[in-house]
């Protein structure tokens, strides 16, 4: 019912309508649609972005220190830009805002809207979508994956979608996590345990989503939340059995990405290289058919590769390692002890794996060891053996990509760390005072295409058969 005012009241009048006009700009096009929106109320403008970036959270919250990487990243270390946080559900505990708490607290970060949705039709949101539009970054809470993959097909799936491929980027944690890989477990139906789907692959509460988002170099991926405390190795084992029976995955590989919760999360860059923060995450190879996945029958499968990442450590989702990897198996629903912890069964050397050691002669760039097939992060072995030794190591490197070299120098000498370019011009120094001071060093390349550099460690005094150890990582 519209109030009354005294003839005359003219400012009241305005002041009623402005409002009036403001409650109205407020509300969703939808009424299960919320909106709440800190920071600036005016969303930045810009030409371009360096991203795409993402994070993959075993838990529902935002992780500082990958999603400050991910704004840097996307910013390039200048300017500020707009968050987005997508639920399916409000909190129902504490603040109504908990993933933008974290996010406004980020230096770089002009604002972050939260929507809560809680229909599949919210997907068609027109505020929604613009708000998702002139962000640089989607986050998708923790809660139920189900409700996301409702909104597949929706205006909502394409606005996420332009936000990636302007350059900005999307992730999110638990249920967020899940949505994020282009093979969702859905958990529509329910969730499962890793007994039930060892016991029957096609238990009735797996079920799977695809052909929602395919983000750039994760393709074949399943992921998977709260990994070890779950214990969801097993779930996860089959899930991939029935990607690579069912066809999902191409090539007929699937790939596991499953993270540990209590601040875990794996950051992929726009090169496809994966970091890892917090907590272990583990990838998972299943690259050949099941010996048997059928309905109502225990999954077995032999040789699942699976790879440890634990905090700091590096994986090429771009250029996918072919070691590194320890084996395990699954035997009519049992699987191999031991599920989280392996040696790696295989070293491969310059020829795509882990470790290059020197062998020489290689004392110049000429015959330099070829260590542009190792997978990141690589360890670099040799030693000083007389006063004049020099090891030469060849190392290709794309552009916007950061090679990092940390080296472990024995006590028997001092050593000290080059950079070179193709031309042989040092470029960067590493040339600590005293045997077993070691030597570190970091390069940016910012050239376009890929290109050609050498490490090179040099005796600088002392001499010995004891080994160093250069860790190689490549971001």
Known sequence: MASRLPLGSTAAAIALLSVAITLTAQQPAHAGANRIRLGSASDVSRTSWNGPAFT????????????????????????????????????????????CDTVMTLTGVNSCTTWTLTAANDGNNSQVNADVRNAEFVYFAGGDQCRYAAWKGTTLEASVESVVAKGGGSGGGSAGHHINSPIVYDACN????????????????????????????????????????RDRMGRTMSFLARAVKDGLAPGGAAWGVGVEEGG???????????????????VVLADH????????????????????????????????????????????????ANLYNGTPQRNCGSQGGSTQ???????????????????????????????????????SLDSGRTATVNCDVPSAYDADLYWLDSTGSTLERSVNNGAGADESLSFTRTATGAGTYYLDLEAYSGSGTASYTCTLTRN
């Open 56 to 99: 993959m959270n075993g838990a529902g919250a935002v992780i500082p220190a990958s999603m400050s990487r991910a704004v840097n990243d996307i910013t390039g270390g200048t300017g500020a830009m707009d968050v987005v946080v997508l639920a399916g559900s409000a909190p129902t505990s504490g603040s109504a805002t908990p993933e």
């Open 357 to 395: 050691a020197e062998s020489e002669p290689n004392d110049t760039r000429d015959t330099a060891d070829d260590a542009t097939a190792l997978a990141s992060p690589a360890s670099i072995t040799g030693s000083m053996k007389s006063t004049t030794d020099r090891d030469y190591f060849k190392v």
């Open 289 to 336: 058919q099941p010996e048997q996945a059928v309905d109502r029958k225990p999954l077995t499968y032999s040789g699942f590769k699976i790879w440890r990442l634990t905090p700091g450590s590096t994986f090429d989702f771009k250029n996918r390692p072919t070691c590194g990897y320890y084996l395990r198996s699954v035997t009519n629903g049992v699987t191999d």
């Open 190 to 229: 329910g969730s499962v345990t890793s007994a039930e789907a060892l016991a029957n692959p096609y238990d009735r509460y797996i079920s799977f989503t695809t052909g929602m988002f395919q983000w750039p170099n994760y393709a074949g991926v399943i992921n998977d939340s709260h990994f070890v405390t």
């Open 264 to 282: 875990g999360s794996l950051y992929l860059d726009r090169n496809g290289m994966a970091t890892q923060y917090g907590k272990d995450a583990y």
